[in-house]
């Protein structure tokens, strides 16, 4: 028996343009077609690095938060983040923050992604830090010992590298990327960060096919 056709979004917590979808992706959400499932896999943006940022990577992500404020209007990042913090090219630990909160209270999923974006993208936080992730946590009301003995375990590592791969199988290489899957089909819906219609039309198309 077939699974019912379900909508997937590859993502990473710490994915600028992710961000910048956020608000469109809850618009799209709002609009699926009756029956339509949604489900959420990691992407893995950037693996683990102890290391200062490079120099050309905080120019190109400055530079890329300037693009996308421009191209998505309402969309703010505070630059303070930049001269408060010290940044690292790693976001998984901010993947394990989210497979952490969903194994301690499934739904508080989503509040997790959301509170490690505004952490980043508004308070100047930085989430590639465990001690950031443990304070959000206990922010969002879950148990802060266990989030951080669940952050720290092989297994949730091992969950993380799995919807890595199963997103990689998916032909997904960048974020944030939409898929549509019914039965053993599987289209790539192109994301529009201004006007949820033109995925909707898409979507009712494919699986009108």
């Given at each position: 028996m077939n699974r019912p056709a379900r909508l997937i979004y590859v993502h990473d917590p710490m994915c600028s343009w992710c961000w910048a979808f956020r608000p469109g992706l809850e618009q799209l959400r709002a609009g699926l077609p009756a029956g339509i499932g949604f489900a959420r896999?990691?992407?893995?943006?950037?693996?683990?690095?102890?290391?200062?940022?490079?120099?050309?990577?905080?120019?190109?992500l400055q530079q890329t938060w300037r693009r996308i404020e421009t191209r998505v209007p309402g969309t703010r990042f505070n630059f303070a983040f930049w001269e408060r913090c010290r940044p690292?090219?790693?976001?998984?630990?901010?993947?394990?923050?989210?497979i952490a909160a969903r194994a301690q209270a499934p739904g508080l999923e989503d509040a997790m992604i959301h509170?490690?974006?505004?952490?980043?993208?508004?308070?100047a936080r930085n989430p590639s830090e465990k001690g950031t992730l443990v304070e959000i946590a206990g922010e969002l009301g879950l148990d802060a010992p266990r989030f951080l003995r669940d952050l720290d375990d092989p297994t949730t590592q091992r969950s993380l590298e799995e919807e890595i791969a199963l997103a990689r199988s998916m032909g997904v290489d960048s974020f944030p990327s939409l898929v549509l899957e019914a039965g053993t089909n599987r289209w790539p819906v192109p994301v529009d960060y201004l006007d949820p219609a033109p995925m909707?039309?898409?979507i009712e198309t494919l699986l009108a096919e």
């Open positions: 896999l990691l992407g893995g943006l950037a693996p683990d690095d102890e290391a200062p940022m490079a120099e050309p990577m905080r120019h190109y690292r090219r790693s976001t998984w630990p901010a993947c394990r923050a989210v509170a490690i974006q505004q952490a980043y993208y508004l308070d909707l039309g898409l």
